[in-house]
């Protein structure tokens, strides 16, 4: 996922949820009653239709992902930065896996799409290159994704998508001020790998049955460097975009907090998301929701060329970008929830063939570059109620002097009302350097006010 601090202040780059478990125990019933269960539970679950789809096993799902981020956030892999050996080594485990899942290679003639970008400027740059700007020299980078098939016969193709590339040992996108080391990378985004190995297993196996679309699952790299992959496959796609009926991607979903809050980003770009999502019950699962089409990950190389696409995402985190985002920190449970969820809407669109697409008005995002001031937080993006939720306060900014800490909720700066992120921002375009005002807030639900000076 590519946000990134600029000035302090959390920003991304625009590239141009419950299985009802029956628990039933009646000693008194009659042996014929007993024999007959299965049976009518069988019937009820195939009446029910997706909403009580039998999964494999969560205990299963839950094993899987935790091989599987066991080995891509290993050091073995030295953080996949984009272009290096490291990653080279992670494309080739993920063939090996999508051949055993019995999957076709989609590629170019293999199960790569090799690739070659050229940065344009020195924030596209991998650490250890070197560049002349001035002479206009920069390093060619390699790197490729990794895509399997799964043929059902069908007319239309459902695109599952996560990239698999980090940042290395650290590059201009990295929030470590420390020494050098190692960014595993295990939410982000092992853990959507993760998922869509889980997701192709199950997939494959016709667990559930699910033959009304094709499926095209891709490890796409060069998402952190500015959805590279992504947007590479969408110019030069290994089958007819035409042919695509929708796109998942999944990008940090391996953090389920304790709301088991679970956002799914792009719902605008398609009517038939908001039609089943809402009919979707999984495991106490709290769904929030946003329309715009486009966002710091690789749903948006999709939705820039009319395929109705959605994001999976389970939050930000204090790790993020820094070499603490290691595996012993993912909520494995809840990552075999996400995985149940998102396969339960898979099926309830088993038959919809090709979703219908719309385009979304676009949220007008004012950018760090435009504020004077900032308090220096990262906003919790998955709270959806009044005024804006802390996920993390910068030691040393205005936020942390005027004693905000994480989970405190902005509610008010000033004379100006915070009901959401977007009134922080339009907030904060109101303030000098210099300048004290009130900080109105929301903690352990008590009002209080604290003085901020910018």
């Known amino acids: 996922m590519v946000f990134f601090f600029q000035n302090g202040y959390l920003a991304w780059r625009r590239i141009p949820s419950h299985f009802n478990h029956f628990l039933i125990s009646r000693p008194q019933k009659s042996e014929m009653m007993k024999k007959l269960l299965p049976v009518v539970l069988a019937a009820f679950v195939l009446n029910a239709g997706f909403l009580c789809t039998k999964p494999l096993s969560k205990t299963v799902a839950e094993t899987g992902a935790r091989e599987s981020i066991g080995m891509l956030a290993s050091d073995e892999f030295e953080g996949r930065g984009t272009g290096t050996e490291g990653e080279r080594k992670a494309s080739a485990w993920l063939a090996g896996k999508f051949s055993s899942l019995n999957l076709q290679p989609k590629g170019d003639s293999s199960w790569y799409q090799n690739y070659s970008f050229v940065p344009k400027s020195a924030m596209q740059i991998h650490h250890g290159d070197t560049a002349s700007l001035g002479m206009g020299l920069v390093k060619e980078i390699k790197t490729r994704n990794v895509i399997g098939f799964l043929d059902n016969k069908a007319p239309y193709t459902v695109v599952i998508g996560a990239h698999y590339d980090h940042l290395g040992y650290g590059d201009e996108n990295s929030l470590w001020t420390g020494e050098k080391a190692i960014h595993n990378g295990a939410d982000d985004n092992a853990s959507g790998v993760a998922a869509l190995l889980e997701l192709a297993k199950q997939l494959s196996l016709k667990q559930p049955t699910t033959t009304g679309h094709n499926y095209l699952f891709i490890a796409f790299s060069g998402e952190e460097k500015g959805l590279w992959g992504s947007n590479y496959f969408t110019k030069h796609p290994t089958i007819d975009l035409g042919n695509m009926a929708y796109m998942i991607n999944m990008d940090m979903v391996g953090r389920l907090n304790t709301e088991r809050a679970l956002a799914i980003n792009g719902v605008g770009t398609s009517p038939e998301w908001m039609k089943v999502i809402p009919e979707i019950k999984v495991e106490n699962l709290k769904i929030v929701t946003s329309e715009g089409g486009t966002g710091p990950s690789d749903h948006t190389s999709f939705y820039n060329s009319g395929v109705p696409a959605v994001h999976f995402f389970t939050g930000q985190h204090e790790d993020y970008h820094k070499p603490s985002d290691d595996a012993a920190k993912i909520n494995y449970e809840g990552l075999a929830s996400v995985v149940n969820y998102i396969k339960h809407l898979i099926v309830a669109l088993d038959k919809k063939g090709k979703l219908e697409f719309t385009k979304t008005k ?27 939720r802390l996920d993390g306060v910068k030691e040393d900014r205005a936020g942390h002097k005027a004693g905000l800490i994480k989970g405190d909720i902005v509610i008010q700066l000033g004379e100006y009302p915070v009901e959401d992120i977007y009134g922080y921002m339009e907030a904060l375009g109101k303030f000098e350097k210099g300048q004290t005002t009130d900080c109105k807030i929301l903690r352990n639900g008590e009002e209080m006010t604290l003085k901020v000076t910018w």
Do not use: C, H, I, Q
């Open 362 to 388: 676009e949220e007008e995002k004012a950018s760090a570059s435009d504020f004077k001031v900032t308090l220096g937080v990262m906003p919790d993006y998955l709270y959806n109620e009044r005024g804006l």
